[in-house]
């Protein structure tokens, strides 16, 4: 039984089925980030990673208003659980070759970043390490076996460089928090990664044994 129906002008629109499958691996990624944000984030840096704090700044940046811890932790919920696996299922059923662009653009800028910190006599030792280690995670897709895997770490990859490359500097913060040291944006990478695999893993792994 097929997932999807054809709508008007070839738009594909999930089932019901499909929908509770895409969000209930979002609930499973979230929970997984939760522990790695809250618990093992904190015993590395000493403090949690903050996904409902980045959205006060965003809201007070552009608005002056501050929204309600409560609120901002609903919202975040609300994104990783909905917003995040519903973006995967438009970019990955929409458009062709999404992990390779997705894939380039992150490490593209990412390494355009680091050479203007290094040019400026910014960058430090940690942050060649961090490079090396995304610029690795990031060429495992032209030797992974598994499509599926590599598709994976693309899409966890993306849900980093959406945080803390896009809306961070939106919020006025610093682009990827590396002024910040660093530290805090390479456990959000990993964490993101974690996130954004189990969304896409579970997801394609959940559909194809639908499918069967």
Same mark, same amino acid.
């Given at each position: @039984? !097929?997932?999807?129906?054809? *709508?008007? =002008?070839?738009?594909?629109?999930?089932? *019901?089925?499909?929908? +509770?499958?895409?969000?209930?691996?979002?609930?499973?990624?979230?929970?997984?980030? $939760?522990?790695? *944000?809250?618990?093992?984030?904190?015993?590395?840096? +000493?403090?949690?990673? $903050?996904?409902?704090?980045?959205?006060?700044?965003?809201?007070? =940046?552009?608005?002056?208003?501050?929204?309600?811890?409560?609120?901002?932790?609903?919202?975040?919920? @609300?994104?990783?659980?909905?917003?995040?696996?519903?973006?995967?299922?438009?970019? !990955?059923? =929409?458009?062709?070759? %999404?992990?390779?662009?997705?894939?380039?653009?992150?490490?593209?800028?990412?390494?355009?970043?680091? *050479?203007?910190?290094?040019?400026?006599? !910014?960058?430090?030792?940690?942050?060649?390490?961090? %490079?090396?280690?995304?610029?690795?995670?990031?060429?495992?897709?032209?030797?992974?076996?598994? /499509?599926?895997?590599?598709?994976?770490?693309?899409?966890?990859?993306?849900?980093?460089?959406?945080?803390?490359?896009? @809306?961070?500097?939106?919020?006025?913060?610093?682009?990827?928090?590396?002024?910040?040291?660093?530290?805090?944006?390479?456990?959000?990478?990993?964490? /993101?990664?974690?996130?954004?695999?189990?969304?896409?893993?579970?997801? $394609?792994?959940? $559909?194809?044994?639908?499918?069967?």
């Amino acid at each position: @039984m !097929s997932s999807t129906w054809i *709508a008007p =002008h070839g738009v594909s629109v999930p089932s *019901a089925r499909t929908f +509770g499958r895409l969000f209930f691996a979002g609930y499973c990624a979230l929970m997984a980030w $939760e522990i790695w *944000a809250r618990t093992i984030t904190a015993w590395v840096v +000493g403090g949690p990673l $903050e996904p409902p704090g980045l959205i006060i700044s965003l809201v007070q =940046h552009w608005t002056g208003y501050v929204l309600p811890l409560s609120t901002t932790t609903f919202l975040h919920y @609300m994104v990783g659980i909905f917003g995040y696996p519903l973006a995967y299922f438009i970019i !990955s059923r =929409h458009l062709k070759r %999404w992990s390779l662009i997705l894939d380039a653009l992150v490490w593209v800028i990412f390494t355009l970043f680091l *050479a203007y910190g290094l040019f400026r006599g !910014s960058d430090t030792t940690s942050m060649g390490v961090f %490079w090396v280690v995304v610029t690795l995670i990031t060429a495992t897709r032209f030797v992974n076996p598994s /499509h599926k895997i590599a598709e994976s770490l693309s899409w966890g990859s993306f849900t980093w460089f959406n945080a803390l490359g896009i @809306m961070a500097p939106l919020a006025g913060l610093p682009f990827l928090l590396l002024e910040w040291g660093g530290a805090l944006s390479f456990m959000s990478y990993v964490g /993101h990664i974690l996130f954004g695999f189990i969304i896409a893993y579970l997801f $394609e792994t959940w $559909e194809k044994q639908a499918e069967a």
